[in-house]
């Protein structure tokens, strides 16, 4: 007995060895990457120079992720690298050594297997061109609430704690991590509650997300107007950022996550705390029901690679359940049921990963596990040995010259933003990036966000110049992307340089005179109507109201909706199509003439006859959508034209 309970011991610390050790190694950034002269390096860049610079978010900056933001894309940057890398050590830590609590006593076979796939699950939601951290981030407070609820008390002492305040921590990373964190410890806390302990894992939630929130240099008087603009970006995003996909993705998505309710559910009701309490029992299943939705909405509102999370996800957390069904002595029916359920969901995780980055099984395995291992060794011996920071700042100088050469602005004095976007250029030429709050123009997706970035543009607060072009993602109209700032723009700035398709903007000393003047009364249309559009001396602005029923608020929340589409035909004949987002729509937007680039916005400051030309000039306009959109949405829609002039040309 003594033999084999050393033997035990031994297998124990094997594995909790083993597995705080991949941790270790394939979580932090040991090899981080560069910023690069696309969309999600300007972001990326945007949250470092935030939190380089002690911006307030809420209040500065307004966005879905929050203060430590710049952890989530793992880019390199000298101001925070070392604090970067420290952070992730933490979470990779506490992740492991919680991993390893609840395999404990789990047969060496099975546990060996587990912590495979549940390494394996979250490296495919890794590639070459991108990086989704949300499966850790999302497995984090899982992992919490799994200690938390153990059958049995496990762990080193201090473990929940610490996952919990890791959890408070990710969810100032990104506002959904918040959203799931925050669910996680109410199911926790309901879960005490009805063994009639103290409901403690709430309040130590809040208060360390407040405390996390302070050391990130942000005043605690800001966190609430950054909870209120976290929902309101939050509350935009289904409606205005959805792409459709392959339904049988969706559909096999959903089958295997419904699959995996079915196990946990059928599990936790041979568990004691059921019988004791049906409520009590029902905890878990309610805290994977809350998992399940996030993830669906993460991976499926933008269903292109973002499918990859879902994937990673649930692959990963069926890894995971399997802890606790070897806890409650789960049958072996149902063993065989969750080793068969994540078996699957590991291949198709890693299928679409190998899908996506072009890459065959074999090479996704020995760039995670054999040849990409051993260079985070070396990475970890190079950080010990004061090497690894000077290799990285050569590979972030290169980066940045590169975006120079791809993104070249001229010296300019004074603060400087960069619409639609182009954070990474902005600071990548050393200019002082001083960006509206919402500062991706196709993220100002609803009234409320609007009105942040105009009163922001009225204040004496704006920057001094910037670099202006007319661009946007997904097929948009592209003048609705912060459309409904143009009038303060023009009345507010000057045009003083062009450089390829974009223009500099130049502050005015004083704002000049902006009209917009009402064109006949507002006209009421059906779908796919078409609606002549008034003629007008100057430019034609339109306000378009679309409403949702009821049903369709419920469709949007629990989903999304379908895409909305703007149809125009030009003077000259010409029929263009493109996405139309509804609440930016009702805000309103510049229609005619039609604005494609920064080039054409120059033209029209300078009052530019050629502008008005029958090639951009809209004659009609409808709105379109798919077969059955009146049961989601209005049958009538409104618009409301007004005449757009303004004093004086605007070249100084």
Not at 601 to 625: H, M, N
Request: charged content about 15%.
């Amino acid at each position: 007995m003594t033999a084999l309970a050393l033997d035990s011991k031994r297998a124990s610390a094997f594995f909790t060895a083993l597995t705080l050790a991949l941790a270790l190694l394939l979580i932090p950034p040991w090899i981080p990457g560069v910023p690069e002269a696309d969309l999600d390096s300007s972001w990326a860049v945007a949250f470092s120079y935030a939190f380089n610079h002690g911006w307030q978010f809420g209040k500065d900056i307004v966005f879905t992720y929050g203060p430590y933001g710049f952890l989530y894309g793992k880019l390199f940057d000298p101001d925070n690298y070392s604090l970067s890398l420290g952070i992730w050590l933490a979470f990779a830590a506490a992740f492991g050594l919680g991993v390893s609590a609840l395999f404990n006593g789990v047969r060496p076979a099975g546990r060996l297997l587990a912590v495979a796939a549940l390494f394996i699950a979250l490296r495919s939601s890794t590639w070459r061109v991108l990086f989704f951290s949300d499966p850790f981030f999302f497995l984090l407070p899982l992992t919490f609430v799994l200690v938390a609820l153990h059958p049995r008390r496990i762990g080193i002492y201090g473990l929940a704690p610490a996952l919990l305040a890791l959890s408070a921590l990710a969810g100032l990373i990104k506002f959904t991590y918040f959203l799931f964190g925050f669910a996680c410890v109410i199911l926790a806390d309901l879960h005490r509650l009805r063994r009639r302990a103290l409901p403690w894992y709430t309040f130590c939630y809040l208060l360390s997300i407040l405390v996390f929130f302070a050391l990130a240099g942000q005043k605690l008087a800001h966190f609430p107007a950054y909870l209120h603009a976290s929902l309101a970006v939050t509350a935009g995003y289904s409606e205005a950022m959805q792409l459709f996909g392959s339904p049988f993705e969706l559909l096999a998505f959903v089958a295997m996550s419904f699959s995996l309710l079915l196990l946990v559910q059928a599990a936790e009701r041979k568990s004691e705390d059921w019988r004791q309490d049906p409520w009590l029992g029902a905890v878990p299943i309610l805290i994977f029901l809350a998992f399940s939705f996030m993830v669906f909405k993460a991976s499926f509102v933008r269903h292109d690679v973002h499918s990859a999370i879902g994937w990673s996800s649930l692959a990963a957390a069926t890894a995971l359940y399997g802890s606790r069904l070897s806890a409650l002595g789960g049958s072996r029916v149902q063993r065989a049921a969750l080793v068969g359920l994540g078996v699957v969901a590991l291949g198709l995780a890693v299928a679409r990963h190998c899908r996506i980055d072009h890459e065959p099984i074999g090479r996704f395995l020995d760039s995670n596990f054999a040849s990409g291992l051993l260079e985070r060794v070396d990475a970890v011996g190079g950080v010990a040995l004061g090497r690894h920071r000077s290799e990285q700042m050569k590979r972030y100088e290169m980066a940045m010259a590169m975006i120079r050469a791809q993104s070249p602005m001229p010296a300019l004095s004074g603060t400087v933003d960069a619409m639609p976007w182009d954070a990474a250029g902005v600071v990548a030429n050393k200019l002082q990036y001083h960006p509206r709050p919402i500062f991706e123009s196709f993220n100002v997706y609803n009234g409320s966000l609007i009105e942040v970035n105009r009163s922001f543009l009225r204040s004496d607060n704006a920057p001094s110049s910037i670099v202006f072009d007319v661009a946007t993602i997904d097929n948009r109209f592209p003048a609705q992307d912060d459309g409904a700032l143009w009038p303060d723009l023009i009345a507010r700035y000057d045009v003083q340089q062009s450089a390829g398709s974009r223009v500099l903007l130049v502050r005015r000393a004083s704002p000049r005179t902006v009209r917009l003047t009402a064109i006949g009364p507002p006209t009421a249309a059906g779908w796919a109507t078409p609606v002549p559009v008034p003629r007008a001396s100057s430019a034609v602005w339109v306000s378009i109201d679309i409403k949702k029923t009821t049903l369709g608020r419920v469709v949007d929340f629990v989903f999304k909706l379908p895409v909305i589409e703007l149809g125009i035909a030009l003077e000259d004949r010409t029929v263009l199509q493109n996405r139309l987002v509804p609440d930016v729509a009702r805000s309103g937007f510049l229609l005619s003439p039609i604005i494609f680039s920064g080039q054409a916005f120059a033209r029209l400051l300078r009052k530019d006859p050629a502008i008005l030309g029958p090639t951009r000039r809209v004659s009609s306009v409808q709105v379109l959508g798919p077969a059955g959109v009146s049961w989601l949405y209005d049958q009538s829609v409104q618009f409301d034209f007004r005449e757009l002039s303004f004093d004086g040309p605007g070249e100084q």
